[in-house]
């Protein structure tokens, strides 16, 4: 029979329980066992929705209280010294969570001493951030604490044999860092006892498949990896020689290493046929006629319905292959990445709504699909229908497609996306106009978004202040912030985008083309969620989005005045993107709207433009040799945006936390005249990469990592500051957080930036 199975569930919780709970946890409100006993019934919620749509293979243990990898490390017992853990016994939670989050501010020796965070970085991708692990030669791998045998006895308790997921211990090592030096694969003869009993234990306590995660599979492989995951099948799989092991690809196809993935000796092999669907006949023809094969038909990572014909013509030529027997449907990848429901979404336009699939709907379309490779199309008739029906209906709606933007797009000339003159004339022109010091002082937008400044919000959605109202609170908080800004000596102010609920979302309200959901919410990191809109129709730009209120704040003071906006790039990569065009086409659409408030923003005077573009790495396609494609489009839609404004208005743009090296040279041509980057955790060693390339504009490397509580010194930041300048000539420096503020209180962030302002001072003072 075909197995309909899932490879992984969204963990926030349909109305972000989750959250709740770890911020009251994190605040000292909620005790542990409240905390664990919230998470066991999001457990039990997921498990009861994945067994009533139909799925047979219930994924356990993909469940984790903030990263999946963190809490993988954390059971094998690979914790750097100094976050509290005496190296025996179980890792408790509080130093789980000061791996993730860094510890109190009176604990932390400096920097970039041992209680400070580790790195988090995008996973593969996505836009979830995991923990980045830290490793040394020095670790003794072992199981310390079974989280996955755990998973499975609580399933069965429950009368439900879930199946347990593993992230490989290839994956592991290759996502991880270390810092001794050693190469994180010579762990792995370490590591594979560890793995050995999880499987081990498992086989014990009655599991029957365990999904091994092995996405680097996907991703050009460093030399040895492939020895690597042959040795280390091989222990696997001689460890619990009765389970099945589903070894476990998604993200991309296999190409190179699709050989290798088809002769590991596992029970099983998933492959993402959503992000690849061109490899089936390889995986066809490559894999053992003994293997199961787990095809990912179903989109994990976007929010359409799956056109199911097209999705069952693939089952049955698997079927046909030889596989009719070992086969399983599933999602592409986990569910993590998409909301949990559609059923919560009660405002959306209705049309649009019968052409989505959340986390439920897609569980089961999973289920239609197995059920219709074993008792044939009339069995499911009824979903058949209704795909087709949605599918020809939006082909139909008009409201898809914008002529107009047709015309505008195709008369889009090579001069529109070129500044007019070159950085250094540009530099003297601003250096001219704006007349700032040596060092300069700025952040990166976001002021904190407050309780006042969400009840704001929540009152004027439920029609309890008016618009005049709620826009006289924001025009208060801005000219406050601008004070103090102005008092504690900020060089290029921001007027802190209180009046921003989300940096995508904002612009998506504002622009046509976007949709919204309401309780559409995906785990960005830890307690951090994003609802990402959904680009459904060609986007453009109705009027000014951004100008009243930058024009309001420079109104209020004689230094410059950044405008804030978020880039095309972004918009596109933080939404959900319809996929009847290309994701090209849909930038090149943002880029012209963003284009057009970049114009007007320099028309009302605003001399300083910030178009934000984190999302541009992780954009960046897994494989090299997809990477020149997007690199083009992505830079060129940038520069789009950029490009309206004359000499002496000043483009920046901003980017979290990223790996350079590989992109240094679009990031040159994107030819923003500065840009700012999260470089505090890495010490400034992100800034190498600039140095190495000889980066000529400006760069405002992050001295103060606001994902972390604690406010640092300005001896602290001083000192990284100074670092960066070993790095960066200094007159080409700027100097400012990591990122936006929108998540820190203002106890941190006015000591920090008055601390930040002081740091600027005593450099310039050591000139
Ligand atoms: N301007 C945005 C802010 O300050 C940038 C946020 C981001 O980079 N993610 O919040
Ligand atoms: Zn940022």
Request: glycine share 6%.
């Amino acid at each position: 029979m075909t197995i309909a199975a899932n490879l992984g569930y969204p963990r926030i919780g349909p109305k972000r329980e989750l959250k709740t709970a770890l911020e009251a946890f994190w605040a000292g409100k909620l005790g542990e066992a409240e905390l664990q006993s919230t998470a066991a019934a999001l457990r039990a919620g997921a498990r009861a929705v994945q067994q009533g749509s139909g799925i047979s293979h219930v994924p356990s243990a993909d469940f984790a209280l903030y990263d999946h990898v963190l809490e993988t490390v954390c059971a094998f017992g690979l914790v750097p010294p100094g976050y509290g853990w005496s190296g025996e016994g179980p890792v408790s939670l509080a130093t789980m969570f000061a791996l993730a989050r860094g510890r109190a501010a009176e604990r932390a020796a400096g920097i970039p001493g041992d209680a400070v965070a580790l790195e988090m970085t995008k996973w593969f991708d996505t836009n979830y951030h995991y923990v980045v692990p830290r490793l040394s030669a020095a670790m003794r791998p072992r199981l310390l604490d079974d989280r996955w045998t755990r998973a499975l006895r609580e399933g069965l308790q429950h009368g439900t044999r879930t199946r347990p997921v593993l992230l490989g211990p290839i994956s592991l090592l290759l996502l991880s860092k270390t810092e001794d030096g050693t190469r994180p694969l010579d762990l792995l003869p370490a590591m594979l006892p560890a793995y050995a009993d999880a499987l081990r234990f498992l086989a014990e306590a009655g599991a029957v498949w365990v999904q091994v995660d092995e996405p680097c599979l996907v991703t050009d492989l460093p030399s040895g990896a492939e020895d690597a995951y042959r040795t280390a099948f091989r222990a696997l799989a001689e460890a619990a020689p009765g389970l099945n092991l589903l070894l476990t690809t998604y993200f991309e196809g296999l190409r190179d290493n699709l050989q290798l993935a088809a002769s590991l000796p596992v029970a099983g092999l998933h492959v993402d046929l959503v992000r690849a669907p061109g490899q089936l006949p390889a995986v066809l023809e490559a894999l053992p006629r003994d293997r199961w094969l787990s095809l990912g038909v179903v989109d994990g990572r976007n929010v359409w319905r799956t056109d199911l014909r097209a999705a069952l013509a693939q089952l049955r030529a698997a079927e046909a292959a030889g596989f009719g027997k070992r086969l399983m449907v599933a999602p592409s990848c986990s569910l993590l990445h998409v909301p949990h429901s559609l059923a919560m979404e009660t405002a959306l336009d209705p049309a649009l709504k019968r052409r989505l699939a959340f986390a439920n709907e897609k569980l089961k379309e999973v289920a239609v699909l197995a059920r219709a490779v074993d008792e044939g199309e009339k069995a499911v008739a009824a979903a058949l229908e209704e795909s087709d029906r949605a599918l020809a209906e939006a082909r139909a709606d008009e409201r898809l497609h914008d002529p107009g933007l047709a015309a505008r797009l195709a008369a889009v000339t090579p001069e529109m996306e070129r500044r007019t003159s070159s950085y250094p004339s540009r530099a003297a022109a601003q250096a001219a106009r704006l007349g700032l010091p040596e060092l300069p002082v700025t952040s990166i937008g976001s002021w904190p978004q407050t309780a006042e400044v969400r009840s704001l919000r929540a009152r004027l959605a439920r029609g309890e202040l008016d618009k005049t109202g709620y826009d006289a609170e924001m025009e208060r908080m801005i000219a406050e912030a601008v004070r103090w800004q102005e008092e504690i000596g900020v060089d290029v102010l921001v007027h802190g985008e209180f009046e921003r609920n989300d940096m995508v979302k904002y612009f998506g309200e504002q622009l046509a083309g976007y949709a919204f959901t309401k309780h559409g919410w995906v785990q960005s990191y830890g307690s951090r969620c994003v609802a990402p809109p959904i680009i459904w129709a060609d986007v453009s730009r109705p009027k000014p989005m951004t100008v009243r209120w930058s024009a309001y704040a420079q109104s209020l003071t004689d230094k410059p005045m950044k405008g804030m906006l978020t880039g095309p790039v972004t918009m596109l990569q933080w939404s959900f993107v319809r996929t009847d065009i290309p994701r090209e086409t849909v930038c090149r659409q943002i880029a012209l709207a963003i284009r057009d408030e970049v114009a007007d923003l320099e028309a009302a005077g605003i001399p300083i433009v910030q178009i934000d573009e984190p999302a541009f790495r992780e954009g960046l396609p897994l494989r090299k040799a997809d990477r020149d494609d997007y690199l083009r489009w992505a830079v060129a839609c940038f520069r789009l945006s950029a490009s309206p404004v004359r000499d002496e208005t000043q483009i920046h743009t901003h980017m979290c936390y990223s790996e350079f090296n590989d992109i240094i040279e679009s990031i040159a041509a994107m030819d923003a005249d500065v840009i700012s980057i999260e470089t505090a955790r890495s010490n400034m060693e992100l800034l190498d990469a600039f140095a190495v390339f000889d980066y000529p504009n400006e760069i405002g490397p992050g001295v103060w990592d606001i994902h972390s509580p604690r406010v640092p010194s300005a001896e602290e930041m001083a000192r990284l500051a100074a670092r960066a300048a070993e790095r960066i000539p200094r007159r080409r420096l700027w100097l400012n957080p990591d990122c936006g503020c929108k998540t820190r209180g203002w106890a941190e962030v006015k000591p920090a930036m008055a601390n930040l302002v002081a740091a600027a001072r005593q450099l310039r003072a050591r000139a």
